[in-house]
């Protein structure tokens, strides 16, 4: 059984989801129903990462995105 996350960045990675998620209530192709089940199927299959590096560079990317909704 791999190790579990580092606990800092499981937090991050939870808030980053919940920002984003929050941001999809007003996205304009459709609001929650549509960037809903797209989040989640993005951050899931991001799911087996276990080292901290590459955790980080997910967070960089989810960032991006959310930069990106807030822009439109």
């Given at each position: ?22 941001l ?24 087996h ?9 997910g ?14």
């Open positions: 059984m791999p190790p579990p996350p580092n606990p800092e960045l499981r937090r991050q990675v939870i808030a980053i989801y919940k920002e984003i998620l929050n999809g209530k007003d996205y304009p192709q459709g609001g929650l129903s549509y960037v809903r089940p797209r989040l989640h199927r993005a951050f899931m299959a991001n799911a990462l276990r080292d901290d590096e590459d955790i980080r560079k967070i960089a990317r989810a960032e991006f995105v959310k930069k990106e909704i807030e822009a439109l």
